[in-house]
């Protein structure tokens, strides 16, 4: 049998992880172990610099993650590892719009509403109208797909970063109707800093890295016979587009918010002062 050493040690680590039931656990596993011995061997971590790294995980674990936040979203989303697993399971045709980051504030059970209703009631923040047509890759509407939507307030905050918030705030359940067309009216989004207080924030205050997000709202689209799409629409005059911290931005996701001084909105209604509209279409693959 052969005993460890320094040049023996990674494929005696594998050798045992080949024991795996699952192929696909097996698979991982020999993976990892070959990337991780092959970080450890380049990076050549000293035995304290060692135990930081494992006191950092559990820190992150036992102080910044509960029901309603999960720092390990965060690191994987400021590594770029959150994105790039979207870019490698985002198969859909071109010409579809784009899957980005889902992002660590997603609730699921938002309240259903209707078509123009207002997500946004007794939040402050300027008034703004999101429309569009779901359609497949041909232009037909698609009707009764389901937009899941979610955004921070004017501070930056989403509902589950703010304690005293009991009741749904700022996310709501629409549907198309059977012309595939939808509104959405909400308060225009506002850039906001990525929460500074945890682990991760204590990393990126040791670089140069902007630790802010562009202006956004976030969409979960479903349709019966389509491809999921999970995706943001971010506003294009909008700060920190270049340098999203959680590299989410894609071309096709930018949309100009047009202001209007007062008038009626896309549905119709009368609105005293000023209003944003913004057209964001969504466009869907066949399963
Ligand atoms: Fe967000």
């Known amino acids: 049998m052969a005993f460890v050493n320094k040049d023996n040690l990674t494929q005696l680590a594998k050798a045992r992880w080949e024991t795996s039931h699952s192929p696909r656990m097996r698979e991982v596993m020999t993976k990892l172990v070959e990337h991780a011995h092959a970080f450890v061997r380049d990076v050549n971590p000293t035995e304290a610099e060692w135990l930081a790294a494992c006191e950092f995980l559990a820190r992150t674990g036992r102080e910044f993650c509960d029901d309603r936040r999960n720092e390990f979203i ?12 979207v870019q490698l399971n985002d198969k859909k045709a071109d010409g579809t719009t784009p ?4 992002g660590p504030f997603y609730q699921p059970g938002s309240p259903e509403m209707a078509d123009g209703q207002n997500m946004a009631e007794g939040i402050e923040g300027e008034t703004c109208y999101v429309h569009g047509n779901v359609t497949d890759l041909n232009g037909t509407p698609v009707p009764n797909a389901r937009l899941d939507v979610w955004q921070a307030d004017d501070e930056g905050m989403y509902e589950v970063q703010l304690p005293e918030i009991t009741d749904p705030r700022l996310r ?9 067309k939808y509104c ?4 225009s989004p506002l850039g906001y800093t990525i929460p500074m207080d945890g682990t991760v924030g ?7 890295i902007s630790h802010f997000r562009p202006a956004h709202i976030h969409f979960i689209v479903e349709a019966p016979g389509y491809k999921r799409v999970v995706t943001h629409l971010f506003r294009k005059d909008a700060p920190y ?6 590299f989410g931005v894609k071309d096709d996701l930018i949309v100009p918010f047009n202001v ?6 896309p549905t119709g209604d009368k609105v005293n002062g000023p209003f944003a509209t913004v057209q964001f279409d969504i466009r869907l693959e066949a399963v």
Do not use: C, K, M
């Open 74 to 85: 965060l690191l994987s989303d400021v590594l770029g590892i959150s994105t790039l697993v």
């Open 99 to 102: 899957n980005t980051v889902l």
């Open 172 to 180: 709501a359940v629409f549907h198309t109707g059977s012309d595939g």
């Open 184 to 187: 959405v009216q909400t308060i």
């Open 202 to 208: 204590d990393l990126i205050r040791g670089t140069e």
């Open 241 to 246: 587009l270049d340098s999203d911290v959680v």
């Open 260 to 265: 209007h001084d007062g008038g009626e909105s």
